[in-house]
């Protein structure tokens, strides 16, 4: 059982950045592809990133590409989701979510196994 805890979120302008963690624990990390999803008051919960175990392969939601990146370390068993050029629209909690596997384009919620709490994001214009 892998569990898994968001951090990093917060009230930011638009234009900002902000950094996500999600630090994982009760599982071989390095085995897992890591996903971040956000939902927004109202809305589905969306896809934004995945990346594959060793860091090497990499998918972003066409709404996020170019601001957005994905990374992890797997010595501390920690992945990151770095904001950049923040907009109104980006308000959501994000999720961060381990799938066991290798494949990494996964943009289903229900083709990930494990799923943190959530942080909440939210940029004013």
């Known amino acids: 059982q892998v569990q898994l805890v968001e951090s990093g979120g917060g009230l930011v302008q638009a234009g900002g950045s902000l950094r996500l963690s999600c630090a994982a624990s009760g599982g071989t990390f390095s085995s897992y592809v890591m996903g971040w999803f956000r939902q927004a008051l109202g809305k589905e919960r969306e896809f934004v990133a995945a990346?594959?175990?060793?860091?090497?392969?990499?998918y972003y939601a066409d709404s996020v590409k170019g601001r957005f990146t994905i990374s992890r370390d797997n010595a501390k068993n920690t992945v990151f989701l770095q904001l950049n050029s923040l907009k109104p629209e980006d308000t959501a909690v994000y999720y961060c979510?381990?799938?066991?596997?290798?494949?990494?384009?996964?943009?289903?919620?229900?083709?990930?196994?494990?799923w943190g709490q959530g942080t909440q994001v939210t940029v004013s214009s």
């Open positions: 990346l594959s175990w060793n860091g090497g392969d990499t």
């Open positions: 979510a381990a799938a066991r596997g290798y494949y990494t384009r996964r943009t289903y919620y229900d083709q990930y196994d494990y």
